[in-house]
Structure formats: C-alpha cells, structure tokens
C-alpha cells in the first residue's frame, strides 16, 4: 500500500507472532570500487529478508514514516516506514551523466581541465566519484542550466526543478536563495568536494575576471568551533591546504586561487550584535539601534565586503532551514525532544537569516548545502524526514558502504535464545516491551528507571565489551611497529540520567562529599558542600575502562557543556578541555589519545571524526532509518583508504553494532567466537624522533625554469630511454570479413563470406621518415616557446628563445634520437608517423632539453611547492594493512612493501650494504615527479630514496619490465636530478633504475668509487 507517489511501504518479513524480523546479512558487502560510478548495489527481497545482487545504480530515494494521526507515543516509537524515489536527483543525476559523456559541452576551457585533473587515476590520492559527481552537478547547474548555456541533449531536470532550488524567506521583501543540496555520507569526503568548487570558482574567476558565474568571495559557514578549526584547510594560504594536499589545481593554474577569498565561520557569529555594543564592548551608554543587514554584513564579511556575490557552502547543511513555526507539531513529544526541537529551530533560524541578510546586502549567487541527511527534522514544522526541496546529488550510506568509503557494520544474526531476531538487534525496544509498571518514573513521561535499563542490558554491554576486549588485546599483542591506538566502544543513551549511570558503572568514576560519605545521592544534597572525584573498580572489564587520576579511558560526553565550548563562547570550567578531548580521540600525543568508551546522549555532534571507533551500543529508540544512519554513521569513519593492488576496491573495515536495527543497510553477520581476518591491526609506519639522525631531505619540486639568453640548448641523447615500437598493442594489420547473421561469442574468421587482410601499407606510402622527424622537431619548438594549442603541462620549463635558431638545434636531437634510440620491432619506420608515437617522442625531448650551461646559458632550475618547498621523512606518519619491513638504517621504524619479495629485498640490500647511511620507501613520503605522458600530466613516484655514506643521494626505481610510460619516468626523473642538481641547495643527487633487487648492494659501488676495487 503507498502512501504517496512513487512510494512502497516497508514491512520487515514477520514471525507468525507478527514479530518482524532483521533484514538478512549478506557476504560481500562491498560491490564497487569508490572510484567507479557504482555498477551493481544489494536489492533486498522484503518476503523474505535475503539479499540479492542487483545490476546498475540504486535510483535515489529517502525513508519516511507514515504516522497515523492519533498514536501513542510507544506506537510511534516503532512506527512503519515508507521508501519514496527522488525523481529530481534522478533525472539530474541522467542529465550530469551525459554532460560528462559529451566531454563537459560548452563549459569554460578551465572547468574542462579542472574536472579532467580531478578524474585523473594517477593522482596521488584519486578523488572519489561522490565527490567528482556532487561538484560536477553543481558546476552543470550553476556554469551551464543557469548560466544560459545549451546542452547537446534535452535535458530531464526541466525547468520545474530548477524552481525547485528558490528558498524565499517568509519576508516577501527579502531576495530568495538559490541552493543546491548534496547528500553524502559520513566519511566520503565533504571538505574536498568544498576545495574543489572554491578552486573552480577561483580558477575561471582569474581567467575572467569579468564573468559574474564565478564568484570571487567565498563564506564557509559551519555548525561549531572544531569544525571551523578543521576547515582552515580551505584558505589558500593555509600550509596544509587541501588544494595541495589532494592536488586539487593543476600547477600552471594555482595562481588563480590568489584571485578571491574565503571566509570560515560558524553560525554563532550570525547572532545579531546588540545594540549596547560598541568596537567588541558592550556600554550601557551605547544604543546604536538594530543591526542593519549593511552592517551585519560588513561585521561578518570583513575584507570580501564588496567582492560581489558571494558563494555560501553550508557544511552539515541540514542546520540550514526555514523552521515552520506555525506548524510545530509537540503533542506526542518529550519533555527534552521538544526541548531539542525548540534548540535546533533557533539555530536553523539564526544560520538561515543570517544569510538572507548577506544576500540582502551584498548577494549570494548560490549556497551548497552539503550533509549526510539533508533532511527536516522532528518538531521543525515540516514532515519529519521530508528531504529538502533543494536537493540535487544524493550519494547514501548504503552507497557508501557498497563502494568501501566506510566500515561495515556488523551485527550477530544469531543467539541462545532460538529467536529468528537476536536479542541485541532491537535492544531498546525489547527492553521496553519487558518492563514493569515499578520499573518506570512516575510523571506524564514514564520513563524507564536508569537502574532496570541498566539491569536489562548489561548483558549485552558485557558481550559487546568482550568483543572490544578481544579487539583491544589483538591489537596490543601486535609487533612493535604496529599501531597500537586503542579501539573505541561508544555506548549512545537515551537521556541523562541513564548516561551517568552508565558512565560510573563502567568507568568506577563518581562525585562524593570531601567528607568520603557516598551514602546520599548528590542530586539530594543541600547547601553548599563541597564534592570531589572519587575513583573505584568499575562493573564492566575494569583493567580496560576504569579511569584514575590524571587517565581518562572512559569518557561522558556533557553535551551542553561540548555545546557551550563549540560555540566559542564557554564561560564554565572545563567546557574547552572537553572539546579538546572529544576532537582528539585516536590521535597519537593528543589529549583524547587513551580514551577507549565513550558514553553520550542521543548521538555524538558533528565535528567527531574519530576512525578508530569499533564497536558501538545503542540505549534508545531508533524510529527511523535516518536516526539509525545519524546516529551508526558517527563510528564509520575508515582508517585505512589504501585500495587493494588486485581488485582497485578498498578493503572491509567494520564495527560491531549492537541496538541499532539496520533494516536496509547492507551489513555482515559476526560469527561467535574467534577472529576475523579482516580485524588484522594495521602496520603505523612513522618517523622515530630517535633516529633523527638518519632523516632524509628533499625539495618538492612542481615544474622547471630557464631563461635563455643565447638560445643555445643541448640534450644528452645516449641517456635517454628507448622508444619501443608497440604493434602487440597497436595492430599494423586487421583481418575484416562481412557479418553475416547472430555469431555467438567473439567474431572469428569462420563462416560465410571471405576475409581480408588491412594494413598501413597506403599510410607508409604517403608518408617519410625526414618529414615525420620534421613534424616531431616543430611540436618540441611549439611546446618549449609555449606555443597556443600546445598547452603547459604540470612539470614543463618555460622559455624565452628564438624559433629560426631553436629548430636546427631541436632537429638535430630529434634525428638523432630516431636513429639510436627507437626500437621499431621490425615494423616500417613510418609507425613513427602516428600521433601516438610522435607525442611520445616529444615528451621524451622535452624532458632531455636543457639550456647549454657550457656555453654560459643559466642552467635548468626547479620550481620549488610554493607552500612546503621542502619535504622530508619526518613527516611520515599513516596506517596500513599491507605487509611491512621492519628497519634499522631508516628514519621510520618500517617500509610498507606493494609486493612482497622485490620490496623486501630490495629493503634487505639496503640494510645490509656498507655504503648507505640512511634510506626510506617512498610511499606516503611525497616525492612526486612531474612527468608528461601520451599528452596527459602524471606524477611519478620513485621506490626509494637512499643516502649514501658519502653524501650522495640516490632515487632508486626497482623495475624489471619497461614500458614506454615507464621509460618517460625514468627520463623525467633524470630531469628531476639536473635540475636540483643544478639547484645545488640540497646536496648531490643520482638517479638509478635496478631490474634486479638482489643487485642492488653490488649496482650501489658504482655511485661510491673508492669502495670499487
């Protein structure tokens, strides 16, 4: 039975007690690389629970709950829920698809190249498809749908939904809002996707500064102080901005984010200035009037005050709405729910006009809305779980944990009890369901007494604990160079009396008078006695939860006092401490570092992000999906993002969830009893401050200069890498015959009809070998004068010369290097006339070619990252699963091995030789070296970085079959060690290229002549 349009009930398969039971687990939950648009997703058969493999993408769509009018507030606890497609993401989602197909159709040449860049598999940490998704639908709606540009096809998001995208204020006189909504989920990375559309509207705002489709002023707006602090990664001038980090801008065009500002804010600060307040001081003697929306925007705004329209990003976007006040529901609801309702309402109310009055005074030219539930809320006025109107990209969790972006959730799918539905499933209800009237409060609320909730799920606290324990003793079992971060258990609670009860059960930590007398309860005491911490034993695997003086290893969560220091205004003791804590969870030397249970109430707020969070029980009614997702989706947050080499998928990762009833999320049951492969700790590779001695150095190199003031080049051919032609990958000839009729399989040269042999014959004809290198020679003159339609690739040296005198010079090595250095493999030389190899051949002279510094040109220079111009071994510090080498020679305490034996011995030479002092692996190092290849810009990483007893430093490439993109590597790199070379600021460096990892300690004498005998 449907309710609305387009919607179908959900009914989990029932008992014949009408008992419904869990969706079933299924094997593999992750289906699709996080890379990929998803191909396949889990469709679950609602007769019977099980889970089948479906082909294609889920089609977007929310939950609801469809509430009968008159209900009892139990009834409503546990109400039915209703699945409703969202035809507008859908259509939207078709439409950004063929957008992309028809390669970006009238989009600006610096969006094409930016959305090329950021689809680059190549890239040091490959972006994920939610995130290239979610940017390209707004770059599609905001540059093309409504910058008045065509479409090569008719679109299916019409007109209609882009009205859809108005959020008029209730004032008439106030200008509307253009928003654009995404959903993600927690953990896919909303901060990139944020850096991404600053560096779109920067890069086409440098390149035209007239063309109002790019803003110039950027306002960030978050819900709290942590957040805020995390986003500074956002200002261009930040030195760990994410335009680096991700590299987000190709480097030709990262002078364009100095071209507009970004503002960071949190929505506190959008509270109108009283009236008494003067230069940040209040006088009683001040009454300056109501804030004007001028003013308000020049206080907040600052120096991007006048830039023109700004673009808002909203982040955790579902703050940000219009309350219907007039509407608020509150019968049926909790004394603290509509408190929350009341609290939330406010907030949404000032964060939304704070912005109109921005747009009032200056203009917003659009807000994203980004948020994992870009959903109203319960007591807001509108229907609880009602998407926004806005919404326009939709990547769920479910999608998220189909694609590996996030951990699994695991759940028992069995017990002692012969239920069809563990116990544990749906904790809070079974609990309630069994109590008696003297194990309730009295009052209109009848709340469960802490004390039965307690009673009823400890059991299920001491099993999820012993599964904690299990996890916690695996990992401190580990070898040394492991990581031995505790795993974290957070008990989420229904109100705040139980939460404390919870807190002192399980930590031993209580208030007693200074006196000691613990008799009394605290909440009875009158007057002004002085209480004070007391430590004990606490009921739940004490050794691993207790907390004493000065170790806190469980921690209660007072959410007003968190709420208080994350507004940035805490007046109590303790409330910034707290905050400190709760953002540093699982981080190594941080205040949070030894927390291992977190006991809080509802759900944590955003701003934790803690990746180490394992285990998780749930103490309170969960009436939907979204509260399920909400309230789970806190303890998702991978640790490791390092695909597996075989399959390109990220590897599982899960969390052990009890109470929270999943019934359409894909998750894997957890046998009884022993571990799981997958539980495997991972390997924390990092620099040891006690071999400071052995750190490594190096310059972080983006591209090359010269400036030639005689036009003398010269190249060292016989140092170049051969060019080899390929025709077991480019066919010379084609067999071709006619189709006749359904041939089952692969075409085959069998049946009717006669075959014929094609080749290139007429092509070599047509052609000869000194025209082909006359063609080679001019695209190298183009491209080193910078030549239009020739476009600067990520690496390249920019020059000032003479064309008539560079080409006989550029010829010359071109004629050469044909004669000496192309394989043809039998093939006529005119294969060398095709693009292909004609580019590559290019590519290779490009990065030969240096001014002739014997002949007084300044020699080629490297240009230096702007804002870490130096990288070096003492910043490495990461996780991983792969399989490792333990060191003695190294700065870090181990090296992370891609395959096993080349790696390892590789590392074993290395250890073993005489003549190197120090040595890393190149792997979370940042050594990248700009390189060209078949037109495109990669970056390189070499294996390891070695210095020699001498001084020398060595690149060494372990590398046993060559292909050609390896071959433009391996000259790139030579490349690389002139250039720093030529630098002369960080030593002298080598590069060398072993085939065989048990030669290496032998192939290291060659750069050591006095240990040659």
Same mark, same amino acid.
């Given at each position: 039975?449907?309710?609305?349009?387009?919607?179908?009930?959900?009914?989990?398969?029932?008992?014949?007690?009408?008992?419904?039971?869990?969706?079933?687990?299924?094997? #593999? +939950?992750?289906?699709?690389?996080?890379?990929?648009? !998803?191909?396949?997703?889990?469709?679950?058969?609602?007769?019977?629970?099980?889970?089948?493999?479906?082909?294609?993408?889920?089609?977007?769509?929310?939950?609801?709950?469809?509430?009968?009018?008159?209900?009892?507030?139990?009834?409503?606890?546990?109400?039915?829920?209703?699945?409703?497609?969202?035809?507008?993401?859908?259509?939207?989602?078709?439409?950004?698809?063929?957008?992309?197909?028809?390669?970006?159709?009238?989009?600006?040449?610096?969006?094409?190249?930016?959305?090329?860049?950021?689809?680059?598999?190549?890239?040091?940490?490959?972006?994920?498809?939610?995130?290239?998704?979610?940017?390209?639908?707004?770059?599609?709606?905001?540059?093309?749908?409504?910058? %008045?540009?065509?479409?090569?096809?008719?679109?299916?998001?019409?007109?209609?939904?882009?009205?859809?995208?108005?959020?008029?204020?209730?004032?008439?006189?106030?200008?509307?809002?253009?928003?654009?909504?995404?959903?993600?989920?927690?953990?896919?990375?909303?901060?990139?996707?944020?850096?991404?559309?600053?560096?779109?509207?920067?890069?086409?705002?440098?390149?035209?500064?007239?063309?109002?489709?790019?803003?110039?002023?950027?306002?960030?707006?978050?819900?709290?102080?942590?957040? #805020?602090?995390?986003?500074?990664?956002?200002?261009?001038?930040?030195?760990?901005?994410?335009?680096? $980090?991700?590299?987000?801008?190709?480097?030709?065009?990262?002078?364009?984010?100095?071209?507009?500002?970004?503002?960071?804010?949190?929505?506190?600060?959008?509270?109108?200035?009283?009236?008494?307040?003067? %230069?940040? #001081?209040?006088?009683?003697?001040?009454?300056?009037?109501?804030?004007?929306?001028?003013?308000?925007?020049?206080?907040?705004?600052?120096?991007?005050?006048?830039?023109?329209?700004?673009?808002?990003?909203?982040?955790?976007?579902?703050?940000?709405?219009?309350?219907?006040?007039?509407?608020?529901?509150?019968?049926?609801?909790?004394?603290?729910?509509?408190?929350?309702?009341?609290?939330?309402?406010?907030?949404?109310?000032?964060?939304?006009?704070?912005?109109?009055? &921005?747009?009032?005074?200056?203009?917003?030219?659009?807000?994203?809305?980004?948020?994992?539930? *870009?959903?109203?809320?319960?007591?807001?006025?509108?229907?609880?779980?009602?998407?926004?109107?806005?919404?326009?990209?939709?990547?769920?969790?479910?999608?998220? &944990?189909?694609?590996?972006?996030?951990?699994? *959730?695991?759940?028992?799918?069995?017990?002692?009890?012969?239920? +069809?539905?563990?116990?544990?499933?749906?904790?809070?209800?079974?609990?309630?369901?069994?109590?008696?009237?003297?194990?309730?409060?009295?009052?209109?609320?009848?709340?469960?007494? *802490?004390?039965?909730?307690?009673?009823?799920?400890?059991?299920?606290?001491?099993?999820?604990?012993?599964?904690?324990?299990?996890?916690?003793?695996?990992?401190?079992?580990?070898? !040394?160079?492991?990581?031995?971060?505790?795993?974290?258990?957070?008990?989420?609670?229904?109100?705040?009396?139980?939460?404390?009860?919870?807190?002192?059960?399980?930590?031993?930590?209580?208030?007693?008078?200074?006196?000691?007398?613990?008799?009394?309860?605290?909440?009875?005491?009158?007057?002004?006695?002085?209480?004070?911490?007391?430590?004990?034993?606490?009921?739940?695997?004490?050794?691993?939860?207790?907390?004493?003086?000065?170790?806190?290893?469980?921690?209660?969560?007072?959410?007003?006092?968190?709420?208080?220091?994350?507004?940035?205004?805490?007046?109590?003791?303790?409330?910034?401490?707290?905050?400190?804590?709760?953002?540093?969870?699982?981080?190594?030397?941080?205040?949070?570092?030894?927390?291992?249970?977190?006991?809080?109430?509802?759900?944590?707020?955003?701003?934790?992000?803690?990746?180490?969070?394992?285990?998780?029980?749930?103490?309170?009614?969960?009436?939907?999906?979204?509260?399920?997702?909400?309230?789970?989706?806190?303890?998702?947050?991978?640790?490791?993002?390092?695909?597996?080499?075989?399959?390109?998928?990220?590897?599982?990762?899960?969390?052990?969830?009890?109470?929270?009833?999943?019934?359409?999320?894909?998750?894997?049951?957890?046998?009884?009893? %022993?571990?799981?492969?997958?539980?495997?700790?991972?390997?924390?590779?990092?620099?040891?401050?006690?071999?400071?001695?052995?750190?490594?150095?190096?310059?972080?190199?983006?591209?090359?200069?010269?400036?030639?003031?005689?036009?003398?080049?010269?190249?060292?051919?016989?140092?170049?890498?051969?060019?080899?032609?390929?025709?077991?990958?480019?066919?010379?000839?084609?067999?071709?015959?006619?189709?006749?009729?359904?041939?089952?399989?692969?075409?085959?040269?069998?049946?009717?009809?006669?075959?014929?042999?094609?080749?290139?014959?007429?092509?070599?004809?047509?052609?000869? &070998?000194?025209?082909?290198?006359?063609?080679?020679?001019?695209?190298?003159?183009?491209?080193?004068?910078?030549?239009?339609?020739?476009?600067?690739?990520?690496?390249?040296?920019?020059?000032?010369?003479?064309?008539?005198?560079?080409?006989?010079?550029?010829?010359?090595?071109?004629?050469?290097?044909?004669?000496?250095?192309?394989?043809?493999?039998?093939?006529?030389?005119? $294969?060398?006339?095709?693009?292909?190899?004609?580019?590559?051949?290019?590519?290779?002279?490009?990065?030969?070619?240096?001014?002739?510094?014997?002949?007084?040109?300044?020699?080629?220079?490297?240009?230096?990252?702007?804002?870490?111009?130096?990288?070096?071994?003492?910043?490495?510090?990461?996780?991983?699963?792969?399989?490792?080498?333990?060191?003695?020679?190294?700065?870090?305490?181990?090296?992370?091995?891609?395959?096993?034996?080349?790696?390892?011995?590789?590392?074993?030479?290395?250890?073993?030789?005489?003549?190197?002092?120090?040595?890393?692996?190149?792997?979370?190092?940042?050594?990248?070296?700009?390189?060209?290849?078949?037109?495109?810009?990669?970056?390189?990483?070499?294996?390891?970085?070695?210095?020699?007893?001498?001084?020398?430093?060595?690149?060494?490439?372990?590398?046993?079959?060559?292909?050609?993109?390896?071959?433009?590597?391996?000259?790139?790199?030579?490349?690389?060690?002139?250039?720093?070379?030529?630098?002369?600021?960080?030593?002298?460096?080598?590069?060398?290229?072993?085939?065989? *990892?048990?030669?290496?300690?032998?192939?290291?004498?060659?750069?050591?002549?006095?240990?040659?005998?």
């Amino acid at each position: 039975m449907s309710t609305r349009n387009g919607t179908r009930r959900r009914r989990g398969p029932t008992l014949p007690q009408g008992e419904q039971i869990p969706m079933q687990p299924v094997d #593999k +939950p992750i289906l699709c690389s996080p890379y990929e648009e !998803p191909s396949e997703y889990w469709l679950y058969d609602p007769g019977t629970g099980e889970a089948s493999r479906s082909p294609g993408r889920r089609p977007a769509g929310h939950w609801f709950r469809n509430e009968p009018m008159q209900q009892t507030q139990q009834r409503r606890l546990f109400a039915e829920e209703n699945w409703e497609e969202l035809p507008h993401v859908n259509s939207l989602r078709e439409d950004v698809k063929r957008w992309r197909m028809s390669g970006y159709r009238n989009a600006t040449n610096t969006t094409r190249n930016l959305l090329r860049h950021w689809w680059r598999e190549d890239m040091v940490r490959r972006l994920f498809f939610c995130q290239i998704e979610a940017v390209e639908t707004i770059i599609y709606l905001a540059e093309i749908r409504m910058g %008045g540009k065509r479409t090569s096809f008719t679109p299916q998001f019409t007109q209609e939904g882009l009205g859809r995208l108005v959020d008029a204020p209730y004032d008439a006189h106030l200008p509307p809002l253009t928003r654009m909504g995404c959903k993600m989920a927690t953990g896919s990375g909303k901060t990139v996707v944020m850096a991404m559309l600053i560096a779109w509207a920067f890069c086409n705002r440098g390149q035209m500064p007239s063309d109002e489709r790019f803003p110039s002023a950027v306002v960030v707006v978050c819900p709290n102080l942590t957040i #805020k602090e995390r986003l500074q990664v956002l200002r261009p001038d930040n030195p760990a901005n994410y335009f680096s $980090e991700f590299d987000l801008v190709p480097t030709h065009m990262r002078r364009f984010l100095q071209s507009g500002g970004v503002l960071i804010t949190n929505w506190h600060q959008f509270a109108l200035e009283s009236e008494h307040v003067d %230069g940040g #001081k209040s006088y009683s003697v001040v009454n300056k009037g109501p804030e004007s929306d001028d003013a308000f925007s020049h206080r907040i705004l600052g120096d991007l005050y006048g830039h023109g329209p700004v673009m808002v990003l909203n982040d955790e976007g579902h703050h940000a709405y219009r309350p219907k006040i007039q509407n608020v529901e509150t019968k049926g609801l909790s004394s603290e729910e509509r408190k929350e309702a009341k609290d939330l309402n406010e907030e949404a109310t000032v964060w939304i006009q704070g912005l109109d009055r &921005i747009n009032s005074a200056c203009g917003v030219k659009f807000c994203v809305d980004l948020s994992a539930t *870009p959903f109203y809320i319960k007591g807001s006025g509108h229907a609880e779980g009602e998407p926004f109107p806005w919404l326009i990209s939709d990547f769920s969790l479910v999608d998220a &944990i189909e694609s590996g972006i996030v951990k699994i *959730p695991r759940i028992p799918v069995d017990d002692t009890t012969g239920r +069809p539905e563990p116990r544990f499933f749906r904790l809070w209800k079974t609990i309630v369901d069994e109590l008696q009237s003297g194990q309730r409060l009295t009052g209109r609320s009848r709340k469960p007494k *802490p004390e039965a909730i307690w009673e009823k799920a400890e059991p299920a606290l001491q099993t999820l604990s012993g599964q904690y324990k299990e996890r916690f003793d695996y990992i401190q079992d580990g070898s !040394p160079g492991q990581d031995k971060t505790p795993p974290v258990l957070i008990v989420v609670c229904d109100n705040t009396d139980i939460a404390e009860l919870f807190f002192q059960n399980i930590s031993g930590e209580t208030k007693v008078l200074a006196d000691g007398d613990r008799g009394e309860p605290l909440r009875r005491r009158r007057g002004k006695s002085q209480w004070k911490t007391a430590y004990g034993d606490g009921r739940v695997f004490p050794e691993l939860f207790s907390n004493a003086e000065g170790q806190t290893r469980t921690l209660r969560i007072d959410s007003k006092l968190l709420a208080e220091a994350e507004s940035g205004k805490a007046t109590r003791n303790g409330a910034e401490d707290l905050r400190r804590i709760v953002d540093s969870v699982g981080k190594v030397g941080e205040p949070g570092e030894r927390v291992r249970c977190v006991v809080s109430v509802q759900m944590l707020t955003e701003g934790w992000d803690a990746n180490n969070v394992t285990h998780i029980l749930g103490l309170r009614a969960f009436e939907s999906q979204l509260l399920c997702e909400q309230v789970v989706g806190r303890g998702l947050r991978r640790m490791d993002y390092t695909p597996d080499p075989e399959t390109g998928m990220l590897t599982e990762e899960y969390v052990d969830v009890y109470g929270i009833p999943f019934s359409v999320i894909p998750y894997k049951g957890r046998p009884k009893g %022993g571990k799981t492969p997958e539980d495997k700790p991972k390997h924390h590779v990092h620099a040891m401050p006690e071999r400071k001695h052995l750190e490594i150095r190096f310059p972080v190199v983006e591209g090359y200069t010269f400036d030639l003031k005689n036009n003398l080049i010269k190249a060292d051919v016989s140092a170049m890498e051969l060019l080899k032609i390929e025709p077991d990958r480019e066919p010379t000839a084609v067999f071709i015959k006619p189709q006749v009729g359904y041939e089952i399989g692969e075409p085959t040269l069998f049946g009717p009809g006669d075959f014929e042999i094609q080749d290139r014959e007429a092509f070599y004809a047509s052609t000869h &070998i000194q025209l082909i290198k006359f063609q080679i020679a001019r695209r190298v003159v183009d491209d080193l004068l910078g030549f239009v339609g020739h476009g600067r690739s990520a690496g390249e040296a920019r020059v000032t010369a003479s064309r008539h005198q560079l080409f006989p010079q550029v010829y010359r090595y071109v004629d050469e290097y044909v004669e000496n250095k192309v394989d043809f493999s039998g093939q006529s030389a005119c $294969e060398l006339g095709l693009e292909r190899y004609m580019k590559l051949v290019a590519e290779r002279l490009m990065n030969a070619i240096q001014p002739d510094d014997d002949q007084g040109e300044p020699p080629l220079l490297p240009i230096l990252n702007r804002y870490a111009p130096v990288g070096a071994t003492t910043n490495v510090d990461f996780k991983t699963v792969q399989a490792v080498h333990h060191t003695v020679k190294s700065h870090l305490n181990q090296v992370t091995l891609d395959t096993k034996t080349w790696e390892d011995a590789a590392a074993f030479r290395l250890e073993e030789s005489s003549l190197v002092k120090s040595y890393a692996r190149n792997d979370h190092l940042g050594l990248n070296i700009p390189y060209e290849f078949d037109g495109v810009s990669h970056y390189y990483e070499p294996d390891f970085l070695v210095k020699l007893t001498n001084g020398l430093h060595l690149v060494i490439e372990i590398k046993g079959y060559q292909s050609n993109q390896d071959a433009a590597k391996h000259d790139a790199a030579n490349r690389w060690v002139q250039a720093v070379n030529n630098w002369g600021q960080m030593g002298d460096w080598r590069f060398h290229v072993c085939r065989n *990892p048990q030669t290496l300690g032998q192939e290291l004498r060659m750069f050591v002549p006095e240990a040659i005998v």
